[in-house]
């Protein structure tokens, strides 16, 4: 692109070295020609040293590309033919130079639409690396969070496990009544009872039609967290377990109306 603005530099430097150009090469003398009304005519005004300046500006001030210089350009010529009447001199300077900028630009112009063409697809292929190093981090960043958080929860379960450890084993008698007060759940904390039995015994199916939850079978770990879930729960007081089921849906029947069965032994 900056090549292109350097090339469109030399249309601009045989245009402003036209003999008719001189009237066009610096900012209107509104004040001392008397152009009182120029301001209402002419909304926004336009020489060949304006244009020169943005040219060289080195900030956001300057032009972005070729069409924008080119825009100018046709600006200058237009507002001399606004303000001025057609038998005006300006006015038949401005036209004349204007149809020759016209014709340059006509020969210019599949350069620009090359250049944009690939700049286009330069900007493209940037956003696209752009938006596939995004992605590679965001995968690195989450492969690293999955193996902290396994990381932890293995750390977790070792320190549950070593918790355990150290209490004592559950008599006989506790387990009983383990099983009595399992049975006394709301059928929401039953499923969480299954589903802790499931966590530490991968054939344990929770959701099958019928499920018998033999205490005597689970690890002291297990039992343990059942007997936590159990003291933390306060549905287990006040109520009878005797003669008492659960379906798969997880509601309280008898069990001589009840197929689908959940059986804490």
């Not at 070593?162 to 929401?188: C, F, G, H, N, W």
């Amino acid at each position: 692109m900056q090549e292109l603005m350097r090339q469109f530099s030399t249309i601009l430097q045989q245009l402003t070295q036209h003999k008719w150009a001189w009237p066009f090469m610096e900012p209107v003398d509104v004040e001392g020609l008397g152009l009182y009304d120029y301001y209402k005519v002419i909304d926004k005004p336009m020489d060949f040293s304006t244009i020169k300046s943005k040219m060289n500006a080195m900030d956001d001030s300057g032009y972005k590309n070729v069409r924008e210089i080119y825009s100018d350009v046709r600006l200058i010529f237009k507002n001399a033919m606004k303000y001025n009447d057609e038998k005006n001199d300006i006015h038949v300077m401005a036209k004349t130079l204007l149809e020759k900028f016209e014709k340059k630009w006509i020969l210019f112009l599949p350069k620009v639409t090359d250049a944009e063409t690939i700049k286009s697809r330069e900007e493209a292929r940037a956003q696209l690396d752009t938006q596939l190093a995004q992605e590679a981090t965001y995968a690195n960043m989450a492969r690293e969070l999955s193996k902290a958080l396994c990381g932890i929860d293995t750390d977790l379960n070792n320190l549950k496990a070593m918790v355990i450890e150290k209490y004592r084993k559950l008599s006989t008698q506790e387990k009983i009544m383990l099983a009595t007060d399992i049975a006394r759940l709301s059928p929401e904390n039953i499923n969480r009872a299954l589903q802790i039995v499931a966590e530490d015994n991968p054939t344990f199916q929770p959701n099958a039609e019928e499920v018998d939850l033999d205490i005597d079978a689970q690890s002291d770990y297990t039992i343990w967290r059942l007997k936590n879930l159990v003291k933390n729960a306060p549905e287990v007081q006040g109520r009878t377990a005797e003669g008492t089921t659960f379906n798969h849906n997880g509601n309280t029947e008898a069990k001589k109306n009840d197929n689908k069965r959940r059986r804490v032994m």
